[in-house]
């Protein structure tokens, strides 16, 4: 099984950016489909961005244009760029993996169960 490990989570004004890493180790190779979801107090852990081996990527309609997901193959790292941070993106973030190819955009809206998650990490916009 794959284990993850997310870092780069912080505090930020808004406006602010953040990088976020998530890095995969065990059978790397096997995260054909990778994620990061996020959930904040008191809600729902919901979708935010997802990419497939092949580059395919989808993004939930409240980061469109403001965060990016890519993914290093060679470090095994997957990462979520995230600019001009709004305060209703406060929420922890977590990085997901499946060794199944899914469709991006099924993967944010949850129809699928990813079979490893990391921790978290915090992402805290306040001003």
């Known amino acids: 099984q794959v284990q993850l490990v997310e870092s780069g989570g912080g505090s930020v004004q808004p406006g602010g950016s953040l990088r976020l890493s998530c890095e995969a180790s065990g059978s790397p190779t096997s995260s054909v489909s990778m994620a990061w979801f996020r959930q904040a107090p008191g809600k729902e852990r919901e979708g935010v961005a997802a990419i497939v081996t092949d580059g395919m990527a989808a993004y939930a309609d409240f980061v469109k244009g403001r965060f990016a997901i890519s993914k290093d193959k060679d470090k095994s790292v997957l990462y979520l760029q995230m600019n001009s941070l709004e305060l209703e993106d406060t929420a922890v973030y977590y990085c997901?993996?499946?060794?199944?190819?899914?469709?991006?955009?099924?993967?944010?809206?949850?129809?699928?169960?990813?079979?490893?998650w990391g921790k978290g990490t915090q992402v805290t916009v306040s001003s």
């Open positions: 997901a993996s499946d060794h199944r190819w899914y469709h991006p955009e099924r993967v944010i809206g949850g129809l699928y169960r990813m079979e490893s």
